[in-house]
């Protein structure tokens, strides 16, 4: 089998050498800004749920405003929000290239993501038990901490999973425009030299890595669904 004339793909330095240093790039990149997004997402889900006018503590001021927050976040598509926050990125990160800058809009752009999710799950939570809670006398911590978060927790990581699997897809993008990854090898190399085994090969990984976030994160959410 060859591309591009190459006598195998396997010759090639971009795909033995480079795709598994752009591979773990975007791995690492996926991986930080999803344990950041899925502390602030649950932090934000949560209090956009408990302020809502059916939550534990309603607010209606606090809940429009943060609510139009993560609105607007979600609204912006992820490259226009990765330009737009430059500033931001610089100032976190102290640079706006590379995988460990890219943490940033990528947490960014999926925090308000997830925390919608995260909001739904808690939504379809039983209402019942959440005043069978408040009777007994627990506090408004104790309800979320031990009544919503556990009933909505097969929900939140299937919301996870989801979040995560965008958030490769984001990663991607990001790599594309100086964030290195899977994305800037398949851009660089792929694309612009036209390398087509290079594109195919960061194609495959990036549909490998997908589906065993899927299959890992389906198997978690039946491990914790004791419904």
Do not use: C
């Amino acid at each position: 089998m060859t591309f591009n004339g190459d006598p195998t793909w396997l010759d090639n330095p971009v795909i033995t050498q480079g795709l598994p240093k752009a591979l773990w790039e975007t791995l690492a990149m996926t991986v930080g800004s999803a344990l950041i997004t899925a502390v602030l997402g649950v932090v934000v889900g949560v209090l956009l749920h408990n302020t809502s006018s059916g939550g534990i503590s309603p607010n209606v001021a606090v809940n429009r405003v943060l609510g139009a927050i993560v609105n607007v976040g979600r609204s912006l598509p992820f490259l226009i929000l990765m330009i737009a926050i430059i500033p931001i990125t610089r100032f976190i990160a102290g640079t706006t290239v590379g995988w460990r800058a890219m943490i940033v809009p990528l947490t960014v752009g999926a925090v308000p993501f997830f925390a919608r999710l995260v909001e739904t799950s808690l939504r379809e939570v039983s209402s019942g038990k959440v005043e069978a809670a408040t009777i007994m006398g627990a506090t408004r911590w104790n309800v979320t901490r031990k009544v919503l978060l556990p009933e909505a927790l097969p929900g939140i990581i299937a919301g996870l999973t989801t979040t995560v699997i965008a958030l490769i897809g984001y990663s991607a993008m990001a790599g594309a425009v100086g964030g290195g990854g899977l994305g800037a090898t398949a851009m660089s190399y792929g694309y612009n030299r036209f390398q087509t085994d290079v594109m195919i090969a960061a194609v495959v990984l990036l549909v490998v890595v997908v589906q065993l976030v899927q299959v890992v994160g389906d198997r978690v959410a039946r491990a914790v669904d004791h419904r």
